[in-house]
T-cell receptor, first 110, second 112 residues
Framework: GIQVEQSPPDLILQEGANSTLRCNFSDSVNNLQWFHQNPWGQLINLFYIPSGTKQNGRLSATTVATERYSLLYISSSQTTDSGVYFCAVERSSNTGKLIFGQGTTLQVKP | NAGVTQTPKFQVLKTGQSMTLQCAQDMNHEYMSWYRQDPGMGLRLIHYSVGAGITDQGEVPNGYNVSRSTTEDFPLRLLSAAPSQTSVYFC???????????FGEGSRLTVL
């Protein structure tokens, strides 16, 4: 099956700092999404971004499908950004199976 | 709109017992899926459905059954629970084969 690797596995930031999270995948995809799991366990969809660049407030994401990676940028981080960030992908040849990476655990300190 | 609703939120079972985790969505989504989340393992796909009457296996389907008789509901059945099925289970849905995936709040299952 498709491999999804996220880096770094853990990240600690001071409030106000910027960060970049990376997602590498091993096959062609037609679906890529970023999620945030907050400390209470809720999973929130951040971006549906199979290609190109999107921005939502302090967060933005870029997917370069031809090079099989996606980046999530967090600017001016806040303590509420803490939690786990997941990338999930779906192979072009296997629609229906959205496969998750292991996640990046982010802790933002005040 | 309630979105994706899962019940129960917490459940304790004994080995060998059966139970059903319920999932309902009110967004008229064609696609629904079940994931389990274990520490250090991320989320793993159990089963999914692309529409009423259609289901397929995910990454870890063994020990679980599903059916999709209506667009709104996608229950997950454990016929004979095992301690290895102790986990947090998430139901999710999206409009069609593409698009944003929306999650329920999760169901924490403990099998003793």
């Amino acid at each position: 099956g498709i491999q999804v690797e996220q880096s770094p596995p853990d990240l600690i930031l001071q409030e106000g700092a910027n960060s970049t999270l990376r997602c590498n995948f091993s096959d062609s995809v037609n679906n890529l999404q970023w999620f945030h799991q907050n400390p209470w366990g809720q999973l929130i969809n951040l971006f549906y971004i199979p290609s190109g660049t999107k921005q939502n407030g302090r967060l933005s994401a870029t997917t370069v499908a031809t090079e099989r990676y996606s980046l999530l940028y967090i600017s001016s981080s806040q303590t509420t950004d803490s939690g786990v960030y997941f990338c999930a992908v779906e192979r072009s040849s296997n629609t229906g199976k959205l496969i998750f990476g292991q996640g990046t655990t982010l802790q933002v300190k005040p | 709109n309630a979105g994706v609703t899962q019940t129960p939120k917490f459940q304790v079972l004994k080995t060998g017992q059966s139970m059903t985790l319920q999932c309902a969505q009110d967004m008229n989504h064609e696609y629904m899926s079940w994931y389990r989340q274990d520490p250090g393992m991320g989320l793993r796909l159990i089963h999914y459905s692309v529409g009423a009457g259609i289901t397929d296996q995910g990454e870890v389907p063994n020990g679980y059954n599903v059916s999709r008789s209506t667009t709104e509901d996608f229950p997950l059945r454990l016929l004979s629970a095992a301690p290895s099925q102790t986990s947090v289970y998430f139901c999710a849905s999206r409009l069609s084969w593409a698009g944003e995936l929306f999650f329920g709040e999760g169901s924490r299952l403990t099998v003793l």
